[in-house]
């Protein structure tokens, strides 16, 4: 309350005024009300939606206790050790930042360092296209067009690095279109806008000055962009980094039609797997009792990583870009 | 800007020769091609859902019955799932908009830099990194287990998705508002409501109805936040409070893994009209920012 007086202060006209709190009207005090009750609902909402599916998923994390991180998920024989989904998650996060990342600070480095304005433009519409363009679509294209055609290419590689000892693991046999790595590069192309954006926000807090100064120096544009940008917008990527990990753990619908369904803990990128939430769209409609438990639990341990690694992220990016204005 | 990022308006210097130069073309080479690798997959997905969706898409297909998936491509439709679509999205948007612009007035006009009003706007940040599967559990939790399926329980669900959105697009708009505008009317005696809803709002109104317009289009698209709250269900459903329902996305969801020619078909062409949707909306909100933008940053 303090706070609103204070800065309607400039408005009130000298003299003897009461205190403003007690002028205000009743209308104007309810508003206030009720922007802040909406402002709240975020807190609410997100403090609801621990609560509520926590409940419902108790039975699965008090029957299992550690047994949640367990290897076998066998709805048939009530076992539901969730290592294997987890596991996916990780891989398949991990294979679409390894792909997205570079390709993203590539297009933000592109439209900050390289192309005039407007050039610029077109590029940011195109690429906010991307963003547009819905889960289910990407995946029923990825499960119709692009898994079978990349299918001919892991056979082929598979069969070429056979007996290689670190390749053989990683990409020989067993292959097939729906696999890790498809629902890994179909994650890429729907994180690269988010990751291609803030970045681009983190690169251009960085001074005209401490640019103009690296060229001054005789730097190229590489040398300026390693010694100039990168040591001031590092923090800022990494931040960016993260929300992408963030939104490649949590994306459903894409991964869930193109990762090959299967609850299987393997070294074999191309071989068919599972992953958090493809697992519950997948299996949530057949469930029932602990089974539903189990899935609900998923959602739980997944709300909590991807609330995890935002809280660091945005606060990363927070004082970054804090860093970048002052 | 222009002048920074081209080095070579400035006073003719030598070009640095050698390893130096070609470390730098191929960086710029590394560039352009990240941008390419980036509209290869975009142009790729465009042009296989306008090649397979154009020639499905008839007066029928949008307004005829779901089939059962062995019917043929030229049979039958996606009506219900079109007017389900509307009807959740128009709901959740009329939920979140009122909600979400409230939410950013509080962060933007009262809040200031006050502990609370940082503390709602980061979790609103944090909040637009909740996966959408996991509102859909929610939901399912706390209403669909208690009410059962409905068109409401999804258009919630689209709600909680689009709140956190529409407020961080609000607040930056508000941001925009130049102080001299709030300062005047105070200065006239309004109150801190009566400014903001005359003042505030309608200067700032072109972007907020903009950003509102890009949250619609992407909570339009979502499929994991219903896939527990509406059911996709084939028969068409116009009450939206009770009783399962379908949507466009779960649709094509239900038909992307069908074996049925037929059904994929259906499928393309329920994708086109989604990105058509998606994309009406996107150049709404470009429109909208063009006319009604009268402060930019």
Same mark, same amino acid.
């Given at each position: ?21 007690e ?7 309810t =508003?206030q ?17 621990? =609560?509520?599916?926590t409940?419902q ?9 550690? @047994?949640?991180f ?7 024989? +009530?076992? =539901? ?10 891989i &398949? ?5 390894i ?9 933000? *480095? ?8 407007? *050039? ?9 296209? *991307?963003?547009?363009?819905p889960?289910?679509?990407? @995946? ?6 692009f898994?079978?055609?990349i ?6 590689i ?13 990409f ?18 729907m994180?690269?806008?988010?990751? &291609? ?7 251009a807090?960085v ?9 001054a ?18 923090? @800022? ?7 992408g ?13 193109v990762?090959g ?13 599972? +992953? ?12 029932? @009792? ?19 690694i +935002? ?16 | #800007? ?5 080095p ?18 191929i ?7 990240? $941008? ?12 296989? !859902?306008?090649?397979k ?13 779901i ?27 009329? #939920? ?9 007035i ?7 830099k006050? !502990? ?16 959408s ?15 059962g $399926?409905?068109?409401f ?5 689209l ?9 961080r697009?609000?607040?930056e #708009? ?18 801190k409501?009566r400014?903001?809803?005359t ?9 907020i ?10 909570a ?20 939206? %409070? ?23 078909g ?11 949707i998606?994309?009406v909306l #996107?150049?709404a ?6 006319? %009604? ?5």
């Open positions: 309350m303090s706070t609103v007086t204070q800065q309607a202060g400039p408005a009130v006209p000298a003299g003897p005024a009461r205190p403003l709190s002028r205000r009207p009743l209308g104007d005090r =508003f009300i009720i922007a802040l009750a909406s402002g709240l609902l975020v807190l609410v909402i997100l403090i609801l939606i621990a =609560f509520s599916t409940q998923a108790s039975s699965w994390f008090t029957t299992e206790g550690w @047994g949640i367990g290897k076998v998920w066998n709805p048939a024989a +009530n076992q =539901f050790g969730a290592l294997s989904f987890i596991y996916g998650t990780a &398949t996060a991990a294979i679409a930042l792909l997205a990342v570079p390709v993203s600070v590539g297009v933000a *480095l592109l439209l900050t360092e390289v192309v005039p304005y407007r *050039l610029a433009r077109p590029i940011v519409y195109v690429i906010d296209l *991307l963003a547009v363009v889960s289910v679509v990407w @995946g029923l294209w990825g499960i119709l067009v898994a079978p055609w299918a001919h290419i892991y056979s082929d598979g069969s070429a690095v056979t007996g290689v000892p670190v390749l053989g693991a990683l020989g046999p067993p292959t097939g279109g729906a696999s890790f790595f498809t629902a890994g590069i179909i994650l890429a192309f994180i690269t806008p988010i990751v &291609t954006s803030l970045s681009r926000e983190v690169i807090t001074t005209a000055i401490d640019k103009e100064g690296a060229y120096l005789g730097a190229t544009r590489l040398e300026m962009i390693t010694g100039a940008i990168w040591p001031h917008s590092k923090g @800022g990527i990494t931040g960016a980094v993260l929300l990990l963030g939104r490649a753990m949590g994306e459903t619908i894409a991964a869930a039609l990762i369904s299967s609850a299987t803990i393997t070294s074999h990128l191309f071989a068919p797997g599972y +992953n958090m939430p493809s697992v519950i769209a997948n299996q949530f409609g057949e469930a029932s @009792g602990e089974f539903r438990a189990a899935l609900i639990g998923l959602g739980v341990l997944l709300f909590v990583f991807t609330i995890i +935002n809280i660091i992220a945005r606060a990363i990016v927070g004082r970054s870009a804090e860093q970048g204005t002052a | #800007m222009a002048a920074i990022t081209e070579q308006l400035g006073p003719h210097l030598e070009e640095p020769a050698g390893w130096r130069r070609t470390k730098n073309r960086a710029t080479i590394l560039m352009v091609l990240s $941008f390419v690798l980036v509209i290869i997959p975009l142009g790729f997905v465009l042009y296989t !859902v306008i090649a969706g154009i020639s499905i898409i008839s007066w029928q297909f949008l307004t005829g019955p089939p059962p998936q062995v019917a043929p491509a030229s049979e039958g439709g996606i009506g219900p799932a079109i007017l389900g679509t509307i009807e959740i999205t128009a709901v959740a948007a009329l #939920m979140a908009v009122p909600l979400g612009v409230l939410g950013a509080y962060l933007n006009e009262y809040g200031g006050g !502990v609370l009003a940082r503390l709602i706007g980061f979790f609103s940040d944090v909040m637009t990194g909740v996966p599967i996991v509102m859909g559990l929610f939901l399912f939790s706390i209403w669909v287990l208690h009410f $399926f409905s068109g329980a999804g258009a919630l669900a709600a909680c998705l689009m709140l956190p959105v529409v407020i697009s609000t607040d #708009m508000l941001k925009l508002v130049p102080n001299p505008l709030r300062e005047g009317s105070y200065a006239l005696g309004a109150t409501a400014v903001t809803m003042v505030v709002l309608p200067t700032a109104i072109g972007g109805v903009s950003g509102a317009l890009l949250a619609v289009a992407r339009a698209g979502e499929t994991a936040p219903l896939l527990f709250t509406i059911l996709t269900v084939t028969a068409a459903n116009p009450n939206i %409070f009770s009783g399962a329902n379908t949507a466009i996305p779960s649709q094509i969801f239900a038909n992307a893994t069908s074996p049925y020619v037929g059904a994929q259906r499928a393309w062409g329920a994708a086109l009209t989604l990105i058509v998606a994309f #996107m150049i909100a470009r429109i909208v920012t063009a006319r %009604f933008t009268r402060f930019s940053r």
